[in-house]
């Protein structure tokens, strides 16, 4: 009796492992088909997500400088970098003891971002917009020439983000 070192094969026949090239190529295409179709909305949904992100940051910092106005009990003011805010923000107190001091600051917000209204929205010490009234800023892609996201400011001092245009 004669013993093989591999018994599950049988005599002579060798199986094929691998692809072939037509199969690796048919792959490939199909994969660059499929990366061609999702990279543009993917542009897309980083876009959006970096516009949220400001925001959502914006109006974090507004709730700042309204919660720092009333807890020192004077002006705090949210005072835009650059035209349009092109280059971030600060947080700043403005009245006090602390005058000058700047409790947060902001980096730019990026390519194609920028942010429409006032340049600078002061805290009086009871969390209401200095002058009264409301705030609106808006949040622009200037790529695409779309106002993405709007923040207002009520009468209260209160901040929040809205999805669109400002009206």
């Not at 295409?29 to 543009?40: E, F, Q, W």
């Not at 516009?51 to 004077?74: C, N, P, Q, T, Y």
């Not at 730019?108 to 917009?129: C, E, H, K, Q």
Request: hydrophobic letters at 45%; glycine letters at 10%.
């Amino acid at each position: 009796m004669r013993t093989t070192p591999y018994p599950f094969r049988s005599s002579g026949l060798r199986r094929q492992a691998g692809f072939t090239l037509i199969e690796a190529l048919i792959v490939m295409t199909i994969m660059t088909v499929l990366v061609s179709v999702a990279l543009p909305s993917f542009s897309d949904f980083t876009r959006e997500q970096r516009i949220r992100a400001a925001s959502f940051d914006l109006v974090s910092d507004l709730m700042l400088a309204r919660s720092e106005a009333i807890k020192r009990s004077g002006t705090v003011s949210l005072n835009l970098r650059g035209t349009g805010g092109e280059q971030g923000w600060s947080v700043r107190v403005d009245s006090g003891l602390h005058a000058g001091v700047v409790i947060r600051s902001r980096d730019a917000l990026g390519n194609a971002i920028a942010l429409d209204g006032a340049s600078s929205l002061v805290f009086d010490r009871n969390g209401r917009l200095s002058g009264g009234g409301t705030a609106l800023m808006a949040i622009n892609d200037q790529a695409r020439a779309i106002t993405r996201r709007c923040v207002l400011v009520d009468l209260s001092g209160m901040a929040q983000s809205r999805v669109g245009a400002c009206a």
